[in-house]
């Protein structure tokens, strides 16, 4: 049996993958981190010396690791589309930003010219990103399994279209991350235990290794729902009136939105008021 192993180095490894995916070779993808945190204390860096280090521990961990599956194509021009959307809403902010900039250009009489190319700029990145998220919507309406995952998704209080559009490609439709803890985990809202000893103790933390635009999404699906009359707001008031720390407690909503979104796939049922875990 061949194993062929990579880093994930995102859009470049689109033509491999297509031709591994015509082969039975035992492929893997390898998070750079995990493989950056394996090697110890390492020396030195090329192709060819990254290339025997990632033989090596696919060598050595390949039974621990979950083995590649290729994309479906909905999935695949969904991170696509995903990414191209990220990259403008990006420059948007940054264009966004130096408005306040123009005001200190008064005096040289370039504020008003200046603000005229950037709400230019502005408007035609607004209507690029429309015409992605139409594209995307158009992706999922067209495919019936990731429609019924969409409409589930977005029934959950708080859980806007990004944050489903997310969901979606990040798990490859449900297939790849199945628990809710591994998500939780993945979008770094578990928090952990850090002791040594009997003289070492911090309160436990969330890991710095997480996807941190996922979990910035997932903030933005707290802050909402908070706002919101649901069971999940009334968690939220209730634990700050107790003195909790509002960010600790707005974790937790982060996992409680997590788990409701797994509970709605896996139960293949709609959120309801007063919804139970199963």
């Known amino acids: 049996?061949?194993?062929?192993?990579?880093?994930?180095?995102?859009?470049?490894?689109?033509?491999?993958?297509?031709?591994?995916?015509?082969?039975?070779?035992?492929?893997?993808?390898?998070?750079?981190?995990?493989?950056?945190?394996?090697?110890?204390?390492?020396?030195g860096k090329n192709d060819q010396i990254d290339a025997e280090r990632i033989a090596y521990f696919i060598k050595k961990n390949h039974m621990d690791l979950p083995q590649w599956k290729p994309d479906t194509l909905s999935v695949k021009q969904l991170k696509v589309l995903q990414s191209e959307r990220r990259y403008r809403v990006k420059i948007k902010t940054g264009l966004?930003?130096?408005?306040?900039?123009?005001?200190?250009?008064?005096?040289?009489?370039?504020?008003?010219?200046?603000?005229?190319?950037?709400?230019?700029?502005?408007?035609?990145?607004?209507?690029?990103?429309?015409?992605?998220?139409?594209?995307?919507?158009?992706?999922?309406?067209?495919?019936?399994?990731?429609?019924?995952?969409s409409k589930r998704l977005r029934s959950i209080p708080g859980v806007g279209k990004v944050l489903t559009w997310m969901m979606i490609s990040k798990t490859q439709s449900f297939t790849?991350?199945?628990?809710?803890?591994?998500?939780?985990?993945?979008?770094?809202?578990?928090?952990?235990?850090?002791q040594s000893g009997t003289s070492l103790r911090y309160k436990p933390k969330v890991s710095v290794f997480a996807d941190k635009e996922l979990k910035q999404v997932l903030h933005l699906a707290a802050?909402?729902?908070?706002?919101?009359?649901?069971?999940?707001?009334?968690?939220?008031?209730?634990?700050?009136?107790?003195?909790?720390?509002?960010?600790?407690?707005?974790?937790?909503?982060?996992?409680?939105?997590?788990?409701?979104?797994?509970?709605v796939i896996k139960n293949e049922t709609f959120y309801k008021k007063d919804f139970v875990l199963s």
């Open 1 to 43: 049996m061949i194993y062929v192993a990579m880093e994930n180095t995102g859009r470049y490894n689109y033509n491999l993958n297509e031709t591994l995916n015509e082969f039975s070779f035992l492929v893997y993808v390898i998070n750079p981190t995990h493989l950056k945190k394996s090697l110890g204390l390492a020396r």
């Open 223 to 263: 802050m909402r729902v908070i706002q919101m009359e649901n069971e999940m707001s009334a968690y939220y008031h209730k634990k700050v009136t107790e003195g909790k720390n509002k960010m600790s407690v707005l974790n937790a909503i982060r996992n409680k939105i997590i788990h409701r979104i797994f509970a």
């Open 176 to 194: 790849t991350i199945e628990t809710p803890r591994k998500m939780a985990c993945y979008a770094g809202v578990v928090p952990f235990e850090y």
């Open 96 to 149: 966004l930003n130096q408005r306040r900039d123009y005001k200190l250009m008064k005096s040289m009489g370039l504020d008003k010219e200046l603000l005229k190319l950037n709400k230019s700029m502005v408007e035609n990145i607004n209507k690029q990103i429309k015409a992605i998220e139409q594209k995307i919507d158009l992706i999922i309406e067209q495919d019936k399994a990731l429609q019924n995952q």
